[in-house]
């Protein structure tokens, strides 16, 4: 299975005041800023594209969404670095295979075909990943 750097999540209190140093420092572009409103993301993202990489800068809806407890806990700054997988359901089983466990909640399939999941924290030592592959159009 290869795993390929797909992006890093950013929790952000707002995606206005922290987009500047993305699209002006950094000389990135804004590929897309999109709102999902699916109980247990709730979030506005805006994806970012440097030469080399993707952000997605990632502000919570509301007082209760996962980003909000997150920056509540610990901070705005990286939430997660993604990896693009050939196939996530391969992925998963074996990895699964391997002692690593999944936050089987998180499981979807995003506003833009990326289908996806988290490992749990426990088996990475502390940092929230997850794995993705995009369907195929």
């Given at each position: ?84 997988v050939d196939n996530l359901?391969?992925a998963i089983l074996e ?33 929230l990943i997850e794995l ?6």
């Amino acid at each position: 299975m290869n795993y390929v750097l797909d992006h890093v999540g950013i929790a952000v209190r707002s995606i206005d005041d922290a987009l500047p140093f993305y699209l002006n420092v950094l000389n990135g572009s804004l590929e897309d800023r999109y709102t999902s409103d699916t109980p247990g993301v709730e979030v506005h993202v805006a994806v970012v594209r440097t030469a080399d990489k993707v952000i997605e800068l990632l502000e919570p809806i509301n007082k209760e969404s996962p980003i909000a407890r997150f920056i509540k806990q610990r901070g705005k700054g990286v939430h997660h670095i993604a990896y693009r997988v050939d196939n996530l359901d391969t992925a998963i089983l074996e990895a699964s295979k391997n002692g690593i466990r999944f936050l089987e909640d998180t499981r979807r399939t995003n506003l833009h075909g990326r289908r996806l999941i988290y490992i749990n924290p426990v088996s990475t030592d502390g940092t929230l990943i997850e794995l993705c592959d995009y369907l195929k159009s």
